[in-house]
């Protein structure tokens, strides 16, 4: 049911784990949902030098956050922010469509320890676009 | 290790029903002679089954399956009995097949009354008595739940529906086979029972109707099963699910002592090498092959995934196994936080399971456990 992608990013998932002294700290999710992303930041000259994470969550989930550590790590504040859930799937190699939803924690979590950060260096926080989380099957193949 | 899932056709079993696929093929309804040898091995079967659970012959209905006579006993009964009530009693934690139907009857119009039950997953058969009403028309309480393995007082709540004269259904697709079960004793009017649950074909099942029930068909068309069961009779299903309830039943005292022992091995082990689990279910009032164990701070299918790896089969309330939001209604109606409920694996001990299986699932679940522990934020640490 999972590309092998997911599975690898799953089972050996990277960046787990914290950051000391984090310069931006996001959480997402609840314990209702099944699944809660925490994210940390460790950012010089607006770039992200390291991000660590940890996900309660189902495998989509964790894979996801695993990915999307890959993906932020290195690069400008600005670059961080523009990554969608959908480059998540992408970088996946795609996620079932019941899945799709779980990919979301990852982005809504990048959102939040941004603005985690920009709060701390007194910048005002970038609007968080709150995307449906009541319907688990999302915009990828609708007509 | 998922055996509540479904089970695999025993070879026996095969070898029973493979004479009715092709050499034995004729359809029962036919007047030649191979037609009636068809009508003589469903006779025989019906009387085998009527055996197994204590009711008459002709008391025993074919059907597809667990569902289609959950559905029969459900729409049938209420439907029959529309001019006398409309009520009807059912619990929180029946399988879908009652729940769903029950709530497309309450949307035409039968109100419905959910029980709920304690923290073990059992019903206060006081608590039937009082939600009977003038018009309750049926009682419908499963007889063993699916999930977490719990068995119901059926006896006291069959006893309950005949002293207020309103029949009572009993969905028994978990415990058939299993446990024994007494339609007489039990004063069940009505039971459903499915084959795949006792190493017997899928897409094959049993209602039992006492004679006297009341109760509308649900398919309409040819004459069979006496004119309340419509279709050509699936000939070599019904040859599998006799066969393999007698041998079920036949073997039913020594195989459940036995899988009651790896059951008590592996609920024993799990709570013992895991810190922070919870066995879900009642500790000795549960199926012989069911262990439903929640581990805190971890969810159900990334558990699922990883034993999958190790080449075992296990299943989950998680709502992220099902695509839905919710986790298991059962585990929330004995009172499991989200979290927890979340968390949950279910191993189902069946007829081929081993000591040996048991000491592949405690020498992986640990670990596994621990691994998404590791990644998990709230999980507050070894020490603690």
Redesign the interface.
Same mark, same amino acid.
């Given at each position: 049911m999972?590309s092998e992608k997911v599975?690898d990013h799953?089972?050996n998932?990277r960046n787990?784990g914290e950051i000391e002294d984090p310069d931006g700290v996001g959480?997402v999710g609840n314990?209702? %949902? =099944?699944?809660?992303?925490?994210i940390y930041l460790c950012i010089r000259d607006d770039v992200i030098v390291d991000v660590k994470f940890?996900?309660?969550? %189902? =495998?989509?989930?964790?894979a996801s956050s695993s990915m999307a550590t890959e993906l932020i790590k290195g690069k400008t504040i600005e670059e961080a922010w523009a990554i969608t859930n959908e480059a998540v799937v992408t970088a996946l190699d795609g996620l079932p469509p019941?899945?799709v939803h779980?990919s979301l924690l990852a982005e809504e979590g990048i959102h939040k320890a941004i603005n985690n950060y920009r709060i701390r260096n007194n910048l005002p926080p970038l609007p968080e676009e709150k995307r449906n989380d009541e319907d688990?099957?999302p915009a990828v193949d609708q007509r | 290790m998922d055996n509540a899932a479904t089970t695999p056709v025993r070879e026996e079993v095969a070898e029973a029903m493979r004479p009715y696929f092709s050499s034995r093929f004729g359809n029962p309804s036919s007047i030649y002679r191979i037609a009636c040898e068809s009508r003589d091995v469903i006779e025989s079967s019906r009387e085998t089954v009527a055996k197994a659970i204590g009711a008459d012959a002709d008391e025993i209905f074919f059907t597809s399956g667990g569902t289609e006579s959950d559905n029969w006993a459900l729409q049938g009964v209420a439907r029959a009995n529309a001019k006398k009530g409309s009520h009807i009693i059912t619990s929180a934690i029946e399988h879908h097949a009652i729940l769903h139907t029950a709530r497309y009857l309450e949307k035409q119009g039968f109100p419905v009354t959910y029980l709920p039950v304690d923290n073990e997953g059992r019903l206060d058969p006081g608590a039937v008595e009082d939600a009977v009403t003038d018009t309750t028309t049926l009682i419908s309480i499963m007889t063993a739940n699916n999930e977490i393995g719990t068995i119901q007082q059926v006896q006291k709540i069959g006893s309950i529906a005949h002293d207020h004269g309103i029949p009572f259904h009993t969905d028994a697709v978990q415990a058939a086979g299993h446990i024994p079960l007494s339609v007489h004793d039990d004063a069940i009017d009505l039971l459903s029972l499915s084959a795949h649950k006792f190493n017997g074909p899928k897409g094959m099942g049993v209602l039992y109707i006492r004679t006297g029930t009341k109760i509308d068909n649900l398919l309409f068309g040819g004459g069979q099963e006496k004119k309340r069961r419509a279709g050509t009779e699936n000939l070599p299903g019904i040859v599998g699910l006799a066969t393999a309830l007698d041998i079920a039943v036949r073997d039913q005292e020594k195989e459940s002592g036995e899988i009651r022992k790896l059951r008590d091995r592996l609920i024993a082990g799990l709570l013992e090498t895991v810190p922070y689990s919870r066995l879900n279910g009642h500790p000795t009032e549960r199926l012989p092959g069911n262990v439903n164990i929640s581990f805190e701070f971890v969810e159900g299918e990334s558990i699922l995934l990883l034993l999958d790896q190790e080449g075992i089969c296990a299943s989950t309330g998680s709502a992220c196994s099902s695509g839905s939001h919710d986790p298991s209604h059962v585990l929330l109606a004995i009172g499991l936080p989200h979290a927890l409920a979340h968390g949950s694996l279910r191993l189902t001990l069946g007829h081929g399971n081993t000591e040996k299986d048991v000491d592949t699932v405690l020498e992986a679940v640990p670990g596994i456990v621990e691994k998404l522990r590791d990644i998990s934020p709230l999980y507050p640490g070894k020490e603690k």
């Open positions: 999972y599975m799953f089972t998932p787990v959480e314990p209702v %949902c =099944g699944d809660i992303m925490k940890q996900t309660f969550g %189902c =495998g989509a989930a964790i019941e899945k779980c688990p099957t | -």
